[in-house]
């Protein structure tokens, strides 16, 4: 085992010996616990043995932080870094990548022949492997295990989940022979505080010593009020004066609302958390920063940073969000406001952590924080070789009970789920090196098709109910009668009662009218009667068990339905992965990208998109309707295809007639797809959103950067981030086959045009 300077706890060992024995390894740890020193025993054995290496995670932001760090600890020559739009050594022993890369990698398309890409890989770690949750992107994590070639070793790294261990099965199958390493230990251990506003002036523990809920802590009365009756009280001064007089600093405040981070920065400005040294040496930090990137001169958050206090969140520009880890990890800042993305993996380690709320407002109303998104949260907390602990302390609010919050601390993880979900390119991409069989059996190789059995627990217990209602009422007659005599004597019976019926009432009318009966009805009344005899026949006639067998029947035949209607249900879910997979073959077909299970020309295309609907986009570059555009028209129609739905509402901006023209053609592209999807049952977007169109035009023409963010009430980062979108499709007409050269050009120059500061900062 590689020697570290420091003593590795059994986790780190036993992973190290797994990684040596030439087994690929599962690591469920707590964050902070040290997952990424297993990555570096493996790195050190590829580097002492001449092989390569992979580590992959699931953001650009941490592939550039790792491909930095690892520069630093191995050497700039040694590194090489693969994300969407960069490639720097690419050859080089270590490679940081995205997950994403290396699935397109091993799709050999993209990037070239699979032998080629893969040359002299040993390892590829899978960094932050619980993203397969995530319900956009999850599918990649699965994709990159499944075509995985077996000769290299497997190291997953993940948070804690509930099942690693059917993880670990589930790779030991589609790749080859791996161990599960699962452990709660975490080196820095957590303590939990509640703050309680009807006792503000104090952090309460949460729980006491044998783990219950502290009794002294009240919940949060219901604000009733609506409003200008109602005063917005906020507590976060003194929950962070609280924090500051009991050396709980530096901390992560998360809360759900980008608009909270910022009010909450204002509040605590004057806090006086910084000393004058300190704010000197920020006030020097920041201008060197900004002598580097001048975008961020005149930045209205600059006071606040001085202050020691800072906002993250997805809508401030990424260079500003650099600047801000950068204090934060030199322990200039003391208190940064965050939103939970901030929770995903970025290395800003603290000594607290402050979670304003266990539930968080949704689509659908409010709900509970999962036990994973709390424990990403609270996981940020204690610095490891800094604290000997980390306090995480929740703030009390009227949409949760203490109750509630204690149940979520002593919570255990969720279960990993798989958001395995055939594409068009996956479709493209398989039937391009697999027949149809084959195929199959590749889309069978899923985790979601592996753990179908655990995801469909709840209507296999329903149906096991079901089983056991038949078993209890199964019912052996005493006259040894089948179900079959039982339901003859139940129809005779019926239709005896029926006719009795009627017969007495005939007697009624006639003698109320002192008639003699008519032959007939006489006639009538004796078939009754034999009707009568019939049925003393059957045993089931002087039977003191007949309601009980007859009643029975009825709710078999009731439950027996419902049986049936879930069994038809979990066929359909067994095999939902590869239905899904027919119904994109399907839509392939019926447009001309499939012919006899095989891509056509534009089939082989359409293989190399990456985006969220690759059919809507190819059908839209193969329409031709891009190929008269200016550079800055293309970026604003691409810029309107790959904007997804907005839920704020943001006030109207003309842009290029041109523009508008081209999305009313695409318009019926859109229309005709959907339609075909609508068909096939498939979810798949297609989005016309031009809210960015007139931006992304004015930048493109040459507009300062302060013209353009001017325009709309948004944040920046959301501007960068259209862009950055639109340029990744951009990027891929420059680089993918059969796109006319006039349009290559165009996309050329359009991108060159869209990336300089800030845009072009990661």
Not at 18 to 37: F, L, M, Y
Not at 167 to 181: A, E, R
Not at 397 to 408: I, K
Request: one cysteine or more; hydrophobic letters at 35%.
């Amino acid at each position: 085992m590689f020697e570290f300077p420091f003593e590795l706890d059994d986790f780190q060992k036993d992973a190290c010996n797994i990684i040596d024995n030439g087994e690929s390894v599962v690591v469920c740890a707590p964050t902070g616990a040290g997952k990424t020193v297993i990555a570096q025993h493996a790195i050190h054995r590829a580097l002492e043995n001449g092989n390569r290496i992979f580590y992959t995670t699931p953001l650009k932001a941490l592939s550039n932080q790792k491909f930095y760090d690892f520069g630093e600890k191995y050497g700039q020559d040694k590194v090489g870094l693969l994300t969407g739009d960069t490639s720097i050594n690419r050859n080089a022993q270590i490679v940081i990548m995205t997950t994403e890369v290396f699935r397109n990698m091993l799709y050999g398309t993209n990037f070239g022949a699979v032998a080629d890409n893969l040359k002299d890989v040993k390892y590829v770690v899978l960094d932050e492997v619980h993203y397969m949750n995530d319900e956009q992107r999850g599918t990649v994590w699965e994709e990159s295990i499944i075509y995985c070639p077996t000769n290299i070793q497997i190291i997953a790294l993940s948070a804690t989940v509930a099942n690693g261990q059917e993880l670990t099965d589930w790779i030991n199958t589609v790749h080859s022979k791996t161990k599960l390493v699962n452990t709660d230990f975490r080196p820095v251990p957590l303590r939990y505080y509640y703050f309680d506003s009807s006792q503000p002036f104090k952090l309460l523990p949460l729980l006491t010593p044998n783990g219950k809920l502290n009794n002294k802590i009240r919940p949060e009365k219901p604000q009733w009020a609506k409003g200008k009756d109602k005063k917005k009280r906020t507590y976060v001064k003194q929950v962070i004066k609280n924090l500051a007089d009991n050396d709980m600093l530096p901390a992560i405040y998360f809360t759900f609302s980008r608009k909270k981070c910022d009010e909450q920065m204002e509040k605590c400005s004057g806090l006086g958390l910084n000393t004058k040294a300190e704010q000197e040496k920020i006030k020097a930090f920041i201008d060197e920063y900004i002598a580097q990137n001048p975008h961020l001169y005149g930045n209205k958050h600059i006071e606040y940073l001085i202050q020691g206090v800072a906002s993250h969140h997805a809508g401030l520009l990424p260079a500003w969000k650099n600047l801000v880890e950068k204090l934060f990890q030199q322990g200039l800042i003391k208190v940064v406001f965050a939103t939970e993305t901030l929770a995903a993996g970025i290395n800003m380690p603290a000594r607290s952590t402050v979670i304003s709320a266990t539930s968080k407002r949704t689509d659908t109303g409010h709900r509970m924080l999962t036990a994973n998104e709390f424990l990403q949260m609270s996981g940020r907390a204690g610095r490891r070789g800094m604290d000997e602990v980390g306090y995480v302390t929740i703030i009390g609010t009227s949409f949760q009970s203490p109750e509630e919050v204690a149940e979520l601390v002593l919570s255990d993880s969720n279960p990993l789920e798989s958001r395995f979900s055939p594409s068009y390119s996956m479709v493209l991409n398989l039937l391009q090196r697999f027949n149809l069989e084959e195929s199959k059996e590749l889309i069978l190789k899923s985790f979601g098709y592996y753990s179908s059995d655990s995801r469909l627990k709840p209507i296999l217990d329903q149906l096991e109910q079901y089983n056991w209602e038949i078993q209890e009422r199964s019912f052996v007659c005493p006259s040894k009668l089948s179900d079959d005599s039982m339901k003859e004597y139940d129809r005779l019976r019926f239709i005896y009662v029926q006719n009795r019926q009627t017969y007495k009432k005939i007697l009624r009318q006639e003698k109320a009218k002192h008639r003699p009966l008519s032959p007939e009805v006489i006639e009538f009344g004796q078939r009754n009667k034999e009707e009568l005899h019939k049925l003393q026949t059957f045993a089931c006639d002087t039977c003191k068990h007949y309601k009980k067998h007859s009643k029975n029947l009825e709710v078999l035949k009731r439950i027996d339905a419902k049986k049936k209607k879930l069994e038809k249900e979990i066929e359909k879910q067994k095999d939902i992965y590869w239905n899904k997979f027919l119904a994109h073959r399907a839509i392939l077909e019926e447009y001309g990208y499939l012919k006899n299970d095989y891509p056509t020309e534009k089939g082989l295309t359409t293989s190399k998109i990456r985006s969220e609907n690759e059919l809507y986009l190819a059908e839209i570059i193969f329409s031709e309707l891009l190929e008269e555009l200016t550079p800055s028209q293309l970026a604003g129609v691409i810029c309107a295809i790959t904007t997804e739905e907005i839920r704020m509402e943001i006030p109207y901006i003309p842009f290029s007639e041109q523009v508008r023209k081209t999305l009313n053609k695409i318009r019926n592209i859109k229309r005709k797809l959907e339609k075909a999807q609508s068909k096939y049952d498939i979810d798949s977007p297609t989005y016309i959103n031009p809210y960015f169109s007139s931006l992304i035009e004015l930048w493109v023409e040459g507009a300062e950067w302060e013209t353009v963010s001017e325009q709309v009430d948004m944040g920046e980062g959301d501007i960068v981030r259209a862009f950055k979108r639109t340029v990744d499709v951009l990027r891929q007409l420059t680089t993918i086959d059969n796109i006319p050269e006039p349009l290559v050009f165009t996309a050329r120059e359009a991108i060159e045009k869209i990336l300089r500061a800030p845009v072009d900062v990661d």
